[in-house]
């Protein structure tokens, strides 16, 4: 009896010893993930200025946000053109990034350290970095551009042209995702190239052929995440331009920000925020349900080839 009692803690002890590892992670995510996420629903529902008192209003601040506040759709009209933009261009640019570092050629480390020093810069201090780049008058890319007889633009002042500045200010921190990808270059077995080499295929095919499908989970991966980025974004703009001129960047980060922080109104900021959760999960569910039509899983295909 008692050796069945022992065995039977034993087992206990096994089966909660990996909880206690993870009960740090499991803390954190419960204090400052699903806790404020659960909060910033239940304010979502009030009147919740930060100094004063609060009133259930129900869904009127939903109701608000899509019936009598033209920023709403000012904001989310600038975040869609954006991502439209900045997502595709993220990654061709980070796979293209990647396939260069993968090359076999001295000096990769140092190119590598270099394509990916952006990424760990604060992003306070990367949109300083662009403010003099873009500066009108004394901005180095207008300076280079002068140099080939083109007259740059006012690029943080034309309304024209300071969406394109923030698209191309937000492509220079992939560091990130360009290793992800090298990554999944590094993965690709070398057998394949050289038996199509073999066959004929040119260097465009086997593109297409191998490194396309053999990389397409990484892409999948990096899309959602860009997608996310995309939707969040806010430090350029707040640096660089505060939302002008004429809104044209004022990105649907900015309006949650300002209504929160700047007019006050945390139970609105909180229904902004959730619209945007529900939109991003959707476009979430989207990508996945597509990536049955154009995602190669090697074990899939060893099973099928099996069955």
């Given amino acids: 009896?008692?050796?069945?009692?022992?065995?039977?803690?034993?087992?206990?002890?096994?089966?909660?010893?990996?909880?206690l590892f993870i009960m740090?992670?499991?803390?954190?995510?419960?204090?400052?993930?699903?806790?404020?996420?659960?909060?910033?629903?239940?304010?979502?529902?009030?009147?919740?200025?930060?100094?004063?008192?609060?009133?259930?209003?129900?869904l009127a601040n939903f109701k608000e946000m899509f019936t009598d506040d033209p920023l709403?759709?000012?904001?989310?009209?600038?975040?869609?053109?954006?991502?439209?933009?900045?997502?595709?261009?993220?990654?061709?640019?980070?796979?293209?990034?990647?396939?260069?570092?993968?090359?076999?050629?001295?000096?990769?480390g140092l190119f590598r350290t270099a394509f990916y020093l952006p990424s760990v810069i604060s992003g306070v201090a990367l949109a300083m970095i662009w403010a003099w780049v873009y500066d009108?008058?004394?901005?180095?890319?207008n300076y280079f551009l002068s140099l080939v007889g083109i007259e740059g633009p006012n690029w943080l002042n034309d309304p024209t042209w300071a969406p394109i500045a923030m698209v191309i200010a937000s492509l220079w921190g992939q560091?990130?995702?360009?290793?992800?990808?090298?990554?999944?270059?590094?993965?690709?077995?070398?057998?394949?190239?050289?038996?199509?080499?073999?066959?004929?295929?040119?260097?465009?095919?086997?593109?297409?052929?191998?490194?396309?499908?053999?990389?397409s989970p990484t892409i999948l991966f990096n899309l959602i995440t860009t997608i996310i980025s995309a939707f969040q974004q806010l430090t350029l703009a707040l640096v660089l331009t505060g939302g002008g001129p004429l809104h044209s960047t004022y990105f649907y980060a900015m309006y949650m920000y300002e209504n929160a922080f700047k007019f006050s109104k945390m139970g609105y900021a909180s229904a902004n925020a959730w619209f945007m959760f529900i939109v991003v999960l959707l476009l979430t569910m989207m990508v996945f349900k597509s990536s049955s039509a154009w995602v190669y899983y090697e074990g899939?295909?060893?099973?099928?080839?099996?069955?």
Avoid at 136 to 141: N, R, W
Avoid at 300 to 307: I, N, P, S, V
């Fill in 24 to 58: 740090p992670w499991i803390i954190g995510f419960i204090a400052f993930t699903l806790g404020p996420l659960i909060f910033s629903l239940i304010i979502s529902f009030y009147d919740w200025p930060i100094v004063g008192e609060k009133t259930f209003v129900g």
């Fill in 300 to 307: 899939e295909m060893k099973a099928g080839q099996k069955g």
């Fill in 1 to 19: 009896m008692e050796t069945k009692v022992k065995r039977s803690t034993s087992l206990r002890l096994q089966k909660t010893i990996p909880y």
């Fill in 175 to 215: 560091g990130t995702m360009m290793l992800i990808f090298l990554a999944g270059l590094k993965n690709i077995p070398k057998d394949l190239y050289e038996a199509s080499a073999i066959d004929g295929a040119g260097k465009v095919a086997q593109f297409f052929k191998i490194t396309v499908p053999m990389l």
């Fill in 136 to 141: 009108g008058e004394y901005g180095i890319l």
């Fill in 72 to 108: 709403f759709y000012t904001s989310l009209e600038v975040t869609v053109k954006f991502a439209i933009l900045f997502v595709p261009l993220n990654i061709i640019i980070a796979l293209l990034l990647a396939m260069l570092l993968n090359k076999n050629v001295k000096g990769s």
